[in-house]
Nanobody, 123 residues
Framework: QVQLVESGGGLVQAGGSLRLSCAAS????????MGWFRQAPGKEREFVAG????????YYADSVKGRFTISRDNGKNTVYLQMNSLSPEDTAVYYC????????????????WGQGTQVTVSS
């Protein structure tokens, strides 16, 4: 079974940066896409960024375009989320997810999820 482990969250001041990592383990597996989502208290989980693994095409929520960048390291089986110009509205638990089959990358229709990492942005 694939395991996804996120890291890199923490407390940062507004305007600062963080880089989240999501390491996949549990054997070899093919994947269609990997994505980052977030969930703030009292809100639904929302799409942040995603990429299709074979083509490397990236997708972003409008709220993070130009500030966040999703990338991957095939050799390390890891996907990253570089977050710049953070604001308090970015405070949430961030989750990574993997889809083994074709999905709409911007939806929550992924197969496996990590446990999440907290990102808190102070004003």
């Amino acid at each position: 079974q694939v395991q996804l482990v996120e890291s890199g969250g923490g407390l940062v001041q507004a305007g600062g940066s963080l880089r989240l990592s999501c390491a996949a383990s549990g054997g070899t597996f093919s994947r269609y896409a990997m994505g980052w989502f977030r969930q703030a208290p009292g809100k639904e989980r929302e799409f942040v960024a995603g990429l299709t693994w074979s083509s490397g095409i990236t997708y972003y929520a409008d709220s993070v375009k130009g500030r966040f960048t999703i990338s991957r390291d095939n050799g390390k089986n890891t996907v990253y989320l570089q977050m710049n110009s953070l604001s308090p509205e970015d405070t949430a638990v961030y989750y990574c997810a993997v889809a083994y089959h074709i999905v709409v990358v911007t939806t929550t229709s992924y197969d496996d999820w990590g446990q999440g990492t907290q990102v808190t942005v102070s004003s």
